[in-house]
């Protein structure tokens, strides 16, 4: 058995004597939590087991102001022992646990002022004006979670009214579907049947065009020929000698400002002289963009109005000419029975491509997780801001995320939908928006939204907790559980 000075035998017997007190009218040393008392209660022989087992000491050591046990259970009511703890009773408020290093050390922790019974100072007991401002704060917290959950279930009951007419709009479109499905196809033959002899008509009409037009031209260009080639036939011999071709400028390949003999011969195609038809059809197509008509020196005449008008009028003949004739009678039935059948299919088509669209959208909106009864599913195409010192941010749930600068300036993507990302015990109670706008020389921009009960749906604040991650707090009515039954009351521990 350990040695004990003087001091604290006295202080052992004063112990033992209010923990007689304490036992006889509540059964528990001082310090100890009714919950806790039976742990506390006198072996057969006597003894206290240390609540951790390392050791078995006498029940009068209990509270005696000297650790034995090294969890420090022996210890609840004083300080001795620094890891010991000292339960709060705070009858009328919440009980707690506090330090043992607290016990006794002139500052009151427990409302009930339990903590100090030392003499040193008196503490007021509190806790009955500590419990009712509780019970009102939860009262009116309780009050508030009762008011949002009565709008959660509105949001939810529409939530599932709405999911119910998506599923029975997708069962409408899916049959019309079918159906319309069908439609586009005899409609895609009628239209390939009518555009067969359609194509048919208008490349024999164009073909007919196309050989006119040729032949148009091909006379065109004999009788450009035919004035080229009197022109260069200055001596009037009806040919074309290497002297005429050297007096045309026009014909000096090496631009040193002299037509030679040998680039005539070129231009003649090796050959001293040429008569009309040979320059017609072997000569004319190769110098034809080369040769220029011999300048006159003499003014342009004096153009009568008369003259001028017929002259507009064959530049409109002209551009008549070369504008395809219409079609025939029977081309134009083929064509107007062909559009018709074009534009029956184009609307069944266009109507299809809209039910698919709307098929889509459904799709889309059925698989999205709004939450377990629905009620997130009002938040869908809502947008919400919140602006600081520097920025305005947006938080469009099951979308997006941004920040803009609060100056002005172009908005930054923080991150767009991506799933619910609160603990496996709360699932519902954190967004994530991830693959925002890239950080320079860091990661791709995120933003987790934390929501909270609210009686409006609100962006609160916008925070930065690591470097390109950033965390938004939103209140919203869908987050408020049903409050439980009554006032929470504030414990009395006897």
């Given at each position: 058995m350990k040695m004990r000075t003087q001091?604290?035998?006295?202080?052992?017997?004063?112990?033992?004597?209010?923990?007689?007190?304490?036992?006889?009218?509540?059964?528990?040393?001082?310090g100890v939590s009714i919950s806790m008392a039976s742990l506390y209660q006198p072996a057969e022989d006597g003894t206290f087991t240390c609540l951790d087992g390392s050791s078995k000491i006498p029940y009068e050591y209990v509270n005696d102001d000297y650790c034995d046990c090294n969890d420090g259970t022996d210890e609840p009511g004083t300080s001795a022992c620094p890891n010991g703890k000292f339960h709060c009773t705070n009858a009328g408020y919440v009980p707690s646990n506090i330090l043992s290093s607290r016990v006794?050390?002139?500052?009151?922790?427990?409302?009930?002022?339990?903590?100090?019974?030392?003499?040193?100072?008196?503490?007021?007991?509190?806790?009955?004006?500590?419990?009712?401002?509780?019970?009102?704060?939860?009262?009116?917290?309780?009050?508030?979670?009762?008011?949002?959950?009565?709008?959660q279930k509105t949001f939810s009951e529409e939530g599932k009214r709405v999911h119910e007419e998506k599923i029975s709009r997708q069962a409408e479109l899916e049959k019309e579907r079918e159906t319309l499905e069908v439609t586009v196809k005899e409609l895609e033959t009628a239209k390939l049947e009518a555009e067969s002899p359609e194509t048919e008509a208008k490349d024999k009409h164009q073909k007919a065009w196309d050989e006119l037009k040729a032949e148009r031209q091909a006379k065109k260009e004999v009788e450009a020929a035919s004035v080229a080639f009197k022109e260069l036939d200055t001596n009037g011999d009806n040919s074309i000698e290497l002297l005429e071709i050297i007096a045309h400028i026009e014909f000096d390949i090496d631009s040193n400002?002299?037509?030679?003999?040998?680039?005539?011969?070129?231009?003649?195609?090796?050959?001293?002289?040429?008569?009309?038809?040979?320059?017609?059809?072997?000569?004319?197509?190769?110098?034809?963009?080369?040769?220029?008509?011999?300048?006159?020196?003499?003014?342009?005449?004096?153009?009568?109005?008369?003259?001028e008008a017929r002259g507009e009028e064959a530049q409109t003949e002209q551009k008549d000419e070369e504008s395809m004739p219409e079609y025939d009678e029977e081309t134009k039935k083929l064509i107007e029975a062909a559009d018709e059948a074009r534009k029956n299919y184009d609307e069944a088509n266009s109507k299809l491509k809209e039910l698919d669209n709307e098929l889509s959208s459904i799709k889309s909106y059925l698989e999205q997780d709004y939450g377990p009864n629905r009620e997130y599913a009002i938040l869908q195409d809502q947008c919400f801001e919140y602006t600081d010192r520097e920025y305005t941010y947006k938080y469009c749930p099951f979308s997006k995320g941004s920040q803009r600068p609060k100056s002005g300036g172009h908005e930054t993507s923080l991150g767009n939908w991506g799933n619910w990302a609160g603990p496996e015990n709360d699932?519902?109670?954190?967004?994530?928006?991830?693959?925002?706008?890239?950080?320079?020389?860091?990661?791709?921009?995120?933003?987790?939204?934390?929501?909270?009960?609210?009686?409006?749906?609100?962006?609160?604040?916008?925070?930065?907790?690591?470097?390109?991650?950033?965390?938004?707090?939103?209140?919203?009515?869908?987050?408020?559980?049903?409050?439980?039954?009554?006032?929470?009351?504030?414990?009395?521990?006897?």
């Open positions: 001091h604290t035998f006295f202080i052992i017997l004063a112990q033992l004597f209010c923990s007689s007190i304490i036992n006889a009218t509540i059964g528990r040393p001082r006794n050390d002139g500052v009151c922790d427990c409302c009930d002022g339990t903590d100090e019974d030392a003499g040193r100072i008196e503490c007021v007991n509190n806790c009955k004006d500590l419990g009712k401002k509780l019970r009102e704060e939860q009262d009116r917290t309780r009050k508030l979670q009762q008011e949002g959950f009565e709008k400002g002299v037509v030679s003999e040998e680039e005539a011969k070129e231009h003649l195609e090796d050959k001293e002289r040429v008569d009309y038809d040979t320059f017609v059809k072997d000569i004319w197509p190769h110098v034809k963009d080369i040769y220029k008509k011999p300048s006159t020196e003499e003014p342009p005449p004096e153009v009568d109005p008369s003259t699932k519902y109670s954190v967004q994530l928006y991830e693959k925002g706008q890239n950080c320079w020389n860091g990661p791709d921009r995120s933003v987790k939204v934390h929501l909270k009960c609210g009686l409006e749906h609100r962006l609160l604040s916008s925070s930065e907790p690591s470097r390109c991650e950033y965390a938004f707090e939103f209140e919203t009515p869908c987050r408020c559980s049903q409050p439980a039954g009554g006032t929470t009351q504030a414990h009395d521990e006897l």
